[in-house]
């Protein structure tokens, strides 16, 4: 597969990374085929974090790739903390932070995280308590890199100001029917809703200091209410995805995921899937390059207006 540098990190990695958030519905066959299917096709950048399954997820990864020393120099580990699911609550304390890499380490049978990422905005916190939690992490080996989820870009500078480390990755919503970052960007100065800048420009914040974003749910509309591929609430968004499938000889899976890959920003898409095949298909869009006019009318048959 094709690869990419992760912000900046010294991090070479595959454009697709494998989500990892439904294993925990996995039995242990399955989940075997599921990550040896993503292996055999360079797919080695595994997504978890300790609140999928809470923390089952991350154990039944461990047990079907079979976890010792030389599997782990052959694959790239990413996990998030900050959500207290029990407590519903957002934790970004040192504490918090430390114990839960603890954590995710013992259930993922590794001694250390490639990448680390802050899952959700915590409104109480501290940045530099945040920046004492990440130099202990990278002074002991624990984690290499750090990056955030669902972050803006005052809340990535407000913590920036305090680390000693770049933060190398933003995981955010991003799908051709959740495609806001992309959209107001486009309805710059207009009078419609779809200039109301909701993210504080992030899309060309990460471009312009060199953070990687991670597009969660590439398949989803709404937030988690289902796919749009093959629904008949989207007739003309999978009537346009379906004929440019036929044309370069693949899935609608694969070019749903190739649309989001060719734009310039290299993002690095997260899939969500257990099925292999499905996996598969999500791995080819790595090789699809959309024409500029293939692009634009698959946005617009979304129902994205251009103005």
Known sequence: MKTMKLGQSNLQVPVIAVGCMRMKDLNKKDAEHLVQTALEDGANFFDHADVYGRGASEEIFADAIHMNDTVR???????KCGIRKVENTFDFSKEHILESVDGILKRLKTDYLDVLLLHRPDALVEPEEVAEAFDKLYSSGKVRNFGVSNHNPMQIQLLQKSLNQPIVANQL???????TMISSGIHVNMLDETAVNRDGSILDFCRL????????????YG???GVFLDNEKFPELNAKINEIAAKYEV??????LSWILRHPAHMQPVTGTMNPERLKDCIKAADIYLTRQEWYD???AAGNILP
């Open 223 to 225: 937030f988690f209410e």
């Open 298 to 300: 698959i946005y617009r």
């Open 73 to 79: 120099e052959k694959i790239i580990l990413q996990s």
């Open 209 to 220: 200091n060199d953070i990687t974003i991670q597009p969660w749910s590439p398949f989803q």
């Open 251 to 256: 899935t609608n899976t694969t070019i749903a």
């Open 173 to 179: 919503q991003l799908s051709i029917t959740h495609a």
